[in-house]
C-alpha cells in the first residue's frame, strides 16, 4: 500500500511502476496520464494473477499511445478482467495485442463510462465497452457465453413464476 505521500511498502509495485515510467502520487492527488495512486489494486491483482499478468495490465495502460487514459483502480481491473476473460486476444504476439489497445479510445471511453458512475459499477462497464471495442477492432466474432447451469436456470424460474403470481 501506498501512504498519503505515495511511499509505496510493496517493492513489487514499485519495480513495476518504475519499469513502465508510471509515477506513484499520493492518495489526496488526483493522478494525471503516467501516474497512479492505486497502488492498492496493483497489488492485489499481483497477489491474484501474478507478476507477469499485472506487468501486462500495467504494460498496456502505460505504454498505450494517446488515449490518455487514467491508471486508476477501475482500469487496471477492466484490462486485467478482459485479459482473463478473453486469453484469445492475448494469444500471439504481445505487440499485436499492444497495437490493439493503441487503436481503442480508451480515455474517451473512461469517460463515458464515467457518466454511468452511481448507477453501474465502473470497473464491470469499462470492461463491457473494452471488450465490445476490442472485438470490433480484431473483427473477430463475440464468444458466445456458457450456458447457465441448471441451478442457475432454476433459479431464474422460480423468480419468473413469482413474478407472475404476484
Not at 519495480?15 to 496520464?33: K, M, N, S, T
Not at 492498492?40 to 499511445?65: K, P, Q, S, Y
Not at 485479459?83 to 490493439?100: F, I, N, Q, W
Not at 471488450?131 to 424460474?157: D, E, N, T
Request: proline residues 5%.
Amino acid at each position: 500500500m501506498a501512504d498519503r505521500t505515495g511511499a509505496v511498502s510493496d517493492p513489487r509495485v514499485k519495480a513495476l511502476c518504475q519499469e513502465f515510467d508510471v509515477r506513484i502520487v499520493g492518495a489526496h492527488l488526483y493522478p494525471q496520464p503516467g501516474e497512479t495512486r492505486a497502488v492498492g489494486t496493483i497489488r492485489w491483482i499481483i497477489d491474484r494473477h501474478g507478476v507477469e499478468h499485472a506487468r501486462l495490465v500495467l504494460c498496456i495502460l502505460a505504454e498505450g499511445r494517446g488515449n490518455n487514459a487514467l491508471i486508476d483502480e477501475t482500469s487496471l481491473w477492466a484490462i486485467s478482467d478482459l485479459l482473463r476473460a478473453c486469453p484469445d486476444l492475448v494469444e500471439g504476439k504481445t505487440s499485436a495485442l499492444l497495437e490493439m489497445f493503441d487503436a481503442l479510445p480508451l480515455g474517451p471511453i473512461m469517460a463515458m463510462v464515467n457518466e454511468l458512475r452511481g448507477v453501474v459499477h465502473q470497473r464491470h462497464a469499462l470492461t463491457g465497452m473494452i471488450y465490445l471495442y476490442a472485438r470490433q477492432l480484431r473483427s473477430a466474432p463475440i464468444v458466445a457465453f456458457k450456458p447457465a447451469g441448471q441451478g442457475k436456470m432454476r433459479k431464474v424460474r422460480i423468480s419468473e413464476g413469482e413474478k407472475r403470481a404476484a
